[in-house]
C-alpha cells in the first residue's frame, strides 16, 4: 500500500529546451541556430539578423505545435536549483529561501543580446523572478473534485466505527445508551469554493511602482496606463517623436498631481525633466517635419536638422581652429575638409576632384606641407592622389584623430553622423554663388563661421548680438583689419545683408571689442546650424 501511495503523489519534472545562435567561425558573417531537442537539425545561415529571425520562427513553431503546461509538472527551475534567478550565497551568507507557487506556465527566457531562447514548464512565481520571461502557456487549474477524494477512499480501507459518532474501546455501548447522533463536516474538497479575491492593478512608470491604493482613483489609472504606453512605445520599430512629445506632456501633468497628493519632491523634480523631454520632443519633431514652433515665423527645411548635429558641426570648426597644423586661410580649409572625412576613424577616401573643388592655388604643395609635418599620411604619392578618381580613390589617415584603447579621440559622435557634416561643410563651401564668384578660401572659412553662429532666424551671434572680429578673423587665418574686405565679398555674394562692424564695451572703461552684426539672407538659411 505505502509503494501506491507514493506512485500516486510522484509528480514528473517540467520540460526544458534551449535555442541558440551561434557564430560559425571566428571572422565569419554565418552563424547556426541549434535546438537542443534531438529531433531538431542544426541550421547554418548567412548573417545574425537572418539567424535570430529564424531561430525566433522554430521557437514559435515548437510552441505551436507541443502540448500545453502539465498542471501536474514539477517546476523546471525548481529541479535545476533555480539557478538562473537565485544568487549563489558566498561562504559567509545564508542561502535566500524561496518557494514555488502559482500555476504551471511554459515560459520563454531568453538573454539581453538575443543569442538564446530556452523554455521552461515552471511555475509562475519562478517566471516572475526572470526579468526577460515572457508566459507562452499557462495550466489550467487542477481538479480537486471528487475523483480526486474518490482514489483516496478506494485506496483506504472503510472503517469499522459507526457512522453517528466515535466509539471508544474502553467505554461500553450498553453503559450509557446509544451515542447521541451529530452532523459530520463535509470534506474540504467537497466544499464550495471561496471567491478569488480581486487585487487591485498595479502599475509602473519610471522606475516607480504606482500604490494601488493611492487617491483620487482616476490618477492612479493614468500612471499605470501611461506606464503601459511608454513600454509600448519602446517596441516601436520606428520613433514617433509628435506622439513620445505627448507622452511627456501627460506625465508631466500626472506627476504634479502625483507630488501634490504625496508631497514628494522628488516626484515634482520628475514632472519638470518630463516638461523639458516633451519640448525637445515637440521640438525635433518640428525640425524634422520642417516645420516652425509658434511665433519663429516660417519654417526651415535645414540640411542638419537637429541640435545635436548643429553642436557636432560646431565641435569640428573648434577643434580646427585649435589644432590647425600650418597658417594661412588655404591650409585652413584644406584641414577642415580632411578632418570631417576622416573625423570618426581617422580613415577615409579621397579623390583629385575633392582638392580641386576647393579654392587652393597650389593643393599639391599644401598635401606636401601636411605629409611632411605628419599630419597626414596617404597611400601613394601626392601626383595619383590628385590623379586618383571615384572608382579608385585614395586611402588617407590622420593620425591624430585615430582613435586607441587609452584615447577615443577628440569627436563623440557616430559612424552615421559623419557623413552628414562632410555633406553640409562641402554644401557651405562650394555653394553656388560663392563659386560664380571666386570668393578666396578666406571667405569660405568665414561662411562656415557665419553658418554655425546664428539665430533661427539668421542674426549674427547670441541673441543677435553680433560675432567678435578677433575670434572670426583668427579663425579664417588673416588679419583684423582684412576683415571687412571679406565681408564686402560676402555680401557681394548675397549670403549677408545689413552687415556692420560696430564697437561694443567690455568691463573696463577703456577697451572696446568690435563686433560683426547683421542677418544671412533667406536663401541660405537651410544650410545654417542655428544657437542654442
Given amino acids: 500500500m505505502g509503494v501506491e501511495a507514493h506512485a500516486t503523489n510522484e509528480r514528473v519534472t ?20 541549434s535546438c537542443s531537442r534531438p529531433a531538431c537539425a542544426a541550421q547554418v545561415l548567412p548573417s545574425a539578423a537572418v539567424g535570430r529571425t529564424a531561430a525566433v520562427e522554430h521557437l514559435k513553431a515548437h510552441l505551436r505545435a507541443g502540448p500545453a503546461p502539465r498542471p501536474s509538472a514539477y517546476c523546471a527551475c525548481r529541479a535545476a536549483e533555480c539557478h538562473t ?33 530556452q523554455v ?12 526577460t520571461a515572457k508566459i507562452a502557456a499557462t495550466a489550467p487549474a487542477p481538479d480537486r473534485t471528487a475523483p480526486a477524494s474518490a482514489s483516496r477512499a478506494a485506496a483506504v480501507p ?26 459530520v463536516p463535509a470534506p474540504r474538497s467537497e466544499r464550495p469554493p471561496r471567491p478569488a479575491r480581486q487585487r487591485a492593478r498595479r502599475g509602473r512608470i519610471a522606475q516607480r511602482f504606482v500604490p494601488h491604493d493611492l487617491r483620487p482613483v482616476a490618477l492612479r489609472d493614468e500612471l499605470t496606463e501611461l506606464g503601459e504606453l511608454f513600454r509600448a512605445y519602446q517596441q516601436r520599430p520606428e520613433p514617433d517623436l509628435a506622439m513620445l512629445a ?29 516638461e523639458q523631454a516633451a519640448a525637445t520632443a515637440r521640438l ?21 536638422t537637429a541640435p545635436a548635429q548643429w553642436d557636432h558641426a560646431r565641435a569640428v570648426l573648434a577643434h580646427v581652429a585649435d589644432h590647425a597644423p600650418l597658417p594661412g586661410p588655404e591650409a585652413r580649409l584644406l584641414v577642415v575638409m580632411l578632418t570631417l572625412r576622416t573625423a570618426q576613424s581617422g580613415t577615409g577616401n579621397l579623390v583629385g576632384q575633392d582638392l580641386k573643388g576647393l579654392p587652393l592655388p597650389e593643393p599639391e604643395h599644401l598635401v606636401e606641407q601636411l605629409l611632411e609635418c605628419g599630419w597626414l ?76 553662429g546664428v539665430t533661427a532666424d539668421g542674426r549674427l551671434g547670441p541673441e543677435g548680438e553680433g560675432l567678435g572680429v578677433e575670434a572670426l578673423s583668427s ?11 571679406v565681408v564686402d565679398r560676402l555680401t557681394a555674394a548675397d549670403w549677408l545683408t545689413e552687415a556692420a562692424l560696430t564697437d561694443t564695451d567690455t568691463d573696463t572703461d577703456t577697451d572696446t571689442d568690435t563686433v560683426l552684426t547683421g542677418r544671412l539672407t533667406e536663401r541660405v538659411l537651410p544650410l545654417t546650424c542655428p544657437l542654442p
Avoid at 544568487?87 to 551568507?93: F, L, Q, S, T
Avoid at 587665418?477 to 582684412?482: E, F, H, K, W, Y
Fill in 246 to 274: 505627448d507622452l511627456h506632456a501627460r506625465k508631466a501633468k500626472a506627476f504634479s498631481a502625483w507630488a501634490e497628493v504625496t508631497a514628494d519632491t522628488g516626484l515634482r523634480l520628475d514632472a519638470q525633466r518630463a
Fill in 85 to 117: 534567478h537565485i544568487r549563489p550565497a558566498g561562504p559567509r551568507e545564508r542561502p535566500t529561501p524561496w518557494r514555488c507557487g502559482g500555476a504551471v506556465v511554459l515560459a520563454v527566457v531568453t538573454d539581453r543580446e538575443g543569442r538564446w531562447w
Fill in 158 to 183: 472503510a472503517p469499522t466505527v459507526s457512522a453517528v459518532g466515535p466509539h471508544f474501546s474502553h467505554t461500553a455501548s450498553g453503559a450509557y445508551g446509544a451515542a447521541a447522533p451529530h452532523e
Fill in 475 to 485: 579663425w579664417c587665418a588673416i588679419a583684423p583689419g582684412d576683415l571687412r574686405e
Fill in 284 to 304: 525635433q519633431h518640428l525640425h524634422r517635419i520642417g516645420e516652425a514652433p509658434e511665433g519663429e515665423g516660417p519654417a526651415v527645411a535645414r540640411l542638419l
Fill in 120 to 131: 521552461m514548464e515552471c511555475c509562475s512565481r519562478c517566471a516572475a523572478a526572470h526579468p
Fill in 377 to 452: 599620411k596617404i597611400a601613394g604619392t601626392v601626383d595619383e592622389l590628385i590623379a586618383s578618381r571615384p572608382e579608385s580613390p585614395t586611402r588617407i589617415d590622420v593620425p591624430s584623430l585615430t582613435p586607441d584603447e587609452s584615447d577615443p579621440g577628440p569627436f563623440t559622435f557616430g559612424r552615421k553622423m559623419r557623413p552628414k557634416l562632410s555633406g553640409w561643410a562641402q554644401r557651405v563651401v562650394g555653394e553656388k554663388k560663392l563659386r560664380k564668384g571666386k570668393t578666396t578660401a578666406d571667405a569660405r572659412l568665414l561662411a562656415l563661421a557665419l553658418a554655425t
Fill in 14 to 33: 517540467g520540460r526544458t529546451w534551449t535555442v541558440r545562435l551561434d557564430p560559425v567561425g571566428r571572422g565569419r558573417a554565418d552563424v547556426r541556430v
